[in-house]
């Protein structure tokens, strides 16, 4: 499925961990796939609420939870750059979709 939203269409999801080699290339793109996935379950689900809303970047925060563990296995990390990297996605994702969101909330279920 095509994502629709012309400012997530373009955006550069993971660009601070996509430009540093401490983050293996091909997990990075794991990364950019939950978060396009995340924007095509948005779209295709329509939430409506803030709690629907929620539900579905929880979902995706449970997938970079274990996105964290092969980053891990590979001698890298989900250390504070990607943490903020991450989160700022989420946000940019909850604001073009027009919420706003408490990004702590978007990202609630993390273990990083």
């Not at 295709?44 to 964290?68: Q, R, V």
């Not at 001698?75 to 700022?88: D, F, M, P, Q």
Request: aromatic share 8%.
């Amino acid at each position: 499925m095509q994502i629709t939203n012309t400012i997530i269409a373009s955006y550069p999801f993971l660009k601070d961990m996509e430009s540093d080699s401490y983050f293996p290339a091909h997990l990075v793109t794991k990364g950019k796939n939950i978060l396009v996935r995340l924007c095509q379950n948005i779209e295709a689900n329509k939430p409506s609420s803030l709690d629907e809303l929620y539900s579905l970047t929880h979902k995706a925060t449970k997938e970079f939870n274990a996105l964290g563990n092969e980053l891990e296995e590979e001698g890298s990390e989900l250390e504070t750059a990607a943490r903020e990297n991450i989160a700022a996605d989420f946000e940019a994702v909850s604001n073009a979709y027009g919420f706003t969101a408490d990004i702590e909330e978007l990202i609630a279920p993390r273990e990083w």
